[in-house]
């Protein structure tokens, strides 16, 4: 009797002693830190290709086709450049004109500008960024940002009327250029980005139905650009403890 | 031998029950791994009434350009989804481009002037999030989507009609209080003096949303 209490006694003492054991090494300082922030962009390269219009052109909208390169010295400073061609678009506008302006014998194209290479170099600095939750089912980082540079713009007359217009039919043009965007991050290597960019620049828009070509003017050209970026090294770093 | 035997399984069962538990317990990288925290939405909109109130700039009048006012209220069905109704009251400018038209090509615009917009729509919130200015405060807003239809008045037009699609966000300053900002096309069917068409307005609306009843308790939305 006194051997069978004995017995029930250490078996009791194993269990007791073997629960505790697990349970103490679980060394909570040794968790991953879940409110540790990750640095999207610091010391990362991003490579971009956006497309999207020009809006609120009266003759002819310029749809972009672009590539563009940042570097991002620190999560809200970067530095980068863009190039890209734009294809002209007649609007609904241009053609009513030149069906009014058409008569027998006579055809009529509108003296107007688009632009061909468009390039700039600028500035972005990143003010706002966060994470925010998409259809209650996964969590997305984001940012908003501003940009501020220089561009540079092809100004190129109708192909129709480039022989009677009576200035040269392709002209450069440096315009200060500034906008701001948001880019939504798919995961630490690719992001998806929208851009609204004013390039200002002087330039000529129009002519008359003579062919004659008022002054330059200062001009606002802003375009809407949808754009897939890259993210290198795809890995990004933590911010600091 | 008996209570040998018996004292010999009582210590067998001793050191086995607790292996077969330890194997059912996480390992330490599983078990901080597996960790979840539960934060509270701290911006309820779920039946509450929001009325908004803004400046509207339309972006795409083209001969004329248009600015306005509206007013709007919606009612929150739950955290995802919402109905209201809004009236924006615009006024009209000239851009430079009619002068354009008349002056240097001979023409005459036909295009007509808007004065109002009555819309009813249907949204839903599918983004909430929070925002960092510069990594110190922390802000939080939403992000919406909706549409609707209803009527445009033009000076041709007493109520033509009209659709609309856009997109906006709040950003929480209280809990009953937001700014809200969208952007919407609502176009409408307009017929001119020689031909008829659709007509694109988009417009920009910046505003003040207050949500009613302005305070609500804090509870976890999943």
Known sequence: MKRTLTALAMACLVVALAAPARAESFDMSKAPEIKRGIQWRAQRSEISLQIGPTVEDPYFRNLFFSLGYNYHINNWLAFGLNAGYTLPVKTKLAKQIEAERTSPGNSFAIPATYFGFVGDLHMEVVPVFGKSMVANAGIMAYDFHLLLGAGFMQVLWNEDVKDRIKVDPMDFAIAPMFGGGVRLFINRMFALTVDCKDYVALMHTHGTTDYDVPKKRWEHNVAVLVGFSVFLPTEAGYDEE | ?222
């Open chain 2, 1 to 222: 031998m008996l209570s040998r035997l018996f004292g010999f399984c009582c210590v067998l069962v001793g050191v086995v029950v607790p292996s077969l538990a330890a194997a059912q317990v996480l390992s330490e990288e599983e078990y901080h791994r597996n960790i979840t925290i539960h934060q509270p939405r701290p911006f309820l909109e779920a039946a509450r009434v929001e009325l908004s109130a803004g400046g509207v700039w339309a972006a795409s009048s083209g001969i004329y350009g248009h600015a306005g006012v509206r007013g709007q209220v919606d009612y929150h069905i739950n955290e995802d989804f919402y109905v209201g109704a809004g009236y924006t009251h615009l006024f009209a400018y000239d851009t430079g481009l009619r002068d354009e038209i008349e002056g240097e090509f001979n023409l005459v615009s036909d295009r007509s002037e808007m004065w109002y917009q009555a819309l009813v729509r249907f949204g839903w919130v599918p983004i909430v999030g929070k925002a960092s200015v510069f990594g110190t405060g922390i802000g939080y807003f939403d992000t919406h989507i909706f549409i609707g239809g209803g009527v445009t008045g033009t000076r041709l037009s007493v109520a033509a009609p009209t659709g609309t699609i856009g997109l906006g966000t709040r950003w929480f300053f209280t809990k009953g209080l937001a700014v809200s900002l969208e952007l919407a096309d609502s176009p409408y069917w307009e017929t001119f003096l020689k031909t008829e068409g659709l007509v694109h307005n988009v417009t920009v609306m910046l505003g003040i949303s207050v949500f009613l009843p302005y305070n609500v308790d804090d509870r976890f939305v999943k």
